[in-house]
Structures are given as structure tokens and as C-alpha cells.
């Protein structure tokens, strides 16, 4: 309990960062929504050029919508140019059938996902980047692809889209880059999990990590709530989720605790 409490109280008084910053528009009294539209060419529209920036490399977390019938290609840069290394992120490529991430350009596939991803309209999507990992969410906040480059991490500090052999893609930055509705939700720092604003400060922890109850200042720090795990998962020894079961041992860390994997010996392909 004592080693929950103080994992908490780093967490309050750490927290996390959104890490794309959209731009503000003095016209306006908040930042707006960027719509940006990608043709059938196959070019690459780099997102600084829209103003659109990252602000932490470590912890990046983009929120976007995409409009397209197929081949929606998003590109995690280490610079400013598509010539240098990146990751590639393909979401619905061969008529939609398809999603992949590649280690470069035309590198080699690293993790992939059978099934439809795009819908008709706008399909919104979850890209994270973090400890080297790359995890890709629908908008059911479903993981449909991941994979860590365990061998040369790349510091991504520019975005490229583009739609491949379509007529046209439409893709949609939300000002607000969480996940939730700020005038009815908080959002929880760890998982990003929404929950009622009237339970913010309530002194009960809803949120895994206790983020909900951080700096209320009349009222303590709660330790995290204990997850609750169906048969199909597990749950890290400190408490902060659940993970699908099969998520044990896959040499990649999912757990901040790394307890997913430990005691892990001869189970590793």
C-alpha cells in the first residue's frame, strides 16, 4: 500500500503531457479544429506545416479523424523530411482489409491487423508513442495494432499523412487532443479513461492511477482503486489496469512495473 501511495503522489505531481499542440487561433477564443485534405497523388503533407507541433517526443498522443476508403498512411518522423527514418503507420491499406506499421519507408512490417478499420464518414483513431512503443486505437479505444523498436528508437518530431490510390482523404485534428468531453469528463492521466466530472475531487479514487483525486487540496491522495480484471486479463502488481492475458510475457512492457514481464523464462518465442 505504502509503495501505492508513493507511486500516486509521483503521479500528481508529474502527470502527463498531451503532446500535440494545435495552434490558436487569436481570431477565435480557444484553438479550432484543423481540417487538412490529402489527394490522390500519394504526397505527404508534413503537419508543422499546418502549425501543428510535438511537445514531447517521449510522450506523444494524437487524436485525429480520417475520412478516407482506404490506404490512410500516417508517418512518425525523426525529422522534417520522409527521406530521413521514420516509422509508417498504414490504416486500411489493400481496399481496407489491412493495417500495418512499417520501420521505415518501405521497411519491414512489424506488427499487422486483419479487418475493416475505415467506416464510412470520419473513423477516429488513437496513435500513441511512448518507452519506444507504438500502440495504434480505434475509436472504441480498441488496440488494433502495437509493436516497440527494441533495437534503434527513433525521437519522432514530425507527423506526415497521406491517402494512397483514393480519390481524397479528409483528416481532422481536434483542438481538444484528449479523449474527453472537458465540459462533462476528466480524464484520467494513466489510460486516458473519461469519467464524470462530478468525480473529480469526491475522495474516491475512479481513475486506476488516483489522478482524479490529485490536487484537491482539502482533501488527500487516495491510493489507486484495485483493478478489476475479467478471466482474460491480468493485472499489474501495482495496480495501475488490466491487459489482455495474452499480453503476458510478449517481451514487450506494458505494465510500468514491468510485472506482465516477469517470471517469464522459456516462454518467450
Known amino acids: 500500500m505504502i509503495g501505492r501511495i508513493k507511486l500516486l503522489l509521483l503521479l500528481c505531481i508529474f502527470g502527463t503531457t498531451l503532446s500535440l499542440r494545435i495552434p490558436f487561433n487569436k481570431s477565435q477564443s480557444a484553438c479550432a479544429d484543423i481540417s487538412i485534405t490529402t489527394d490522390a497523388t500519394g504526397a505527404y503533407t508534413v503537419l508543422s506545416d499546418y502549425g501543428i507541433t510535438i511537445d514531447d517526443s517521449e510522450n506523444i498522443k494524437i487524436k485525429l479523424r480520417i475520412k478516407a476508403s482506404h490506404d490512410a498512411e500516417i508517418l512518425l518522423m525523426s525529422t522534417d523530411s520522409i527521406n530521413d527514418p521514420l516509422y509508417k503507420i498504414i490504416l486500411g491499406g489493400s481496399d481496407n482489409t489491412v493495417s500495418m506499421i512499417q520501420d521505415g519507408q518501405n521497411g519491414k512490417i512489424k506488427a499487422v491487423y486483419y479487418g475493416l478499420v475505415l467506416e464510412n464518414g470520419f473513423t477516429k483513431f488513437m496513435i500513441t508513442l511512448k518507452n519506444d512503443k507504438i500502440k495504434v486505437k480505434d475509436g472504441d479505444k480498441n488496440k488494433i495494432l502495437k509493436w516497440k523498436d527494441n533495437k534503434n528508437p527513433l525521437k519522432v518530431v514530425n507527423v506526415g499523412i497521406a491517402t494512397k490510390d483514393s480519390k481524397?482523404?479528409?483528416?481532422?485534428?481536434?483542438?481538444?487532443?484528449?479523449?474527453?468531453?472537458?465540459?462533462?469528463?476528466?480524464?484520467?492521466?494513466?489510460?486516458?479513461?473519461?469519467?464524470?466530472?462530478?468525480?473529480?475531487?469526491?475522495?474516491?479514487?475512479?481513475?486506476?492511477?488516483?489522478?482524479?483525486?490529485?490536487?484537491?487540496?482539502?482533501?488527500?491522495?487516495?491510493?489507486?482503486?484495485?483493478?478489476?480484471?475479467?478471466?482474460?486479463?491480468?493485472?499489474?502488481?501495482?495496480?495501475?489496469g488490466c491487459y489482455p492475458s495474452k499480453w503476458k510475457c510478449d517481451n514487450i512492457k506494458d505494465c510500468d512495473d514491468n510485472s506482465d514481464e516477469e517470471n517469464c523464462e522459456g516462454k518467450y518465442i
Do not use: H, M, Y
Open 168 to 240: 481524397s482523404g479528409v483528416w481532422l485534428f481536434p483542438c481538444n487532443q484528449g479523449q474527453c468531453d472537458v465540459a462533462a469528463e476528466f480524464e484520467c492521466k494513466k489510460d486516458s479513461t473519461c469519467i464524470p466530472v462530478e468525480e473529480r475531487c469526491d475522495g474516491i479514487a475512479n481513475c486506476l492511477d488516483g489522478s482524479d483525486e490529485c490536487g484537491c487540496d482539502d482533501k488527500p491522495n487516495p491510493s489507486p482503486s484495485p483493478a478489476t480484471c475479467t478471466d482474460n486479463d491480468i493485472s499489474c502488481d501495482n495496480g495501475e
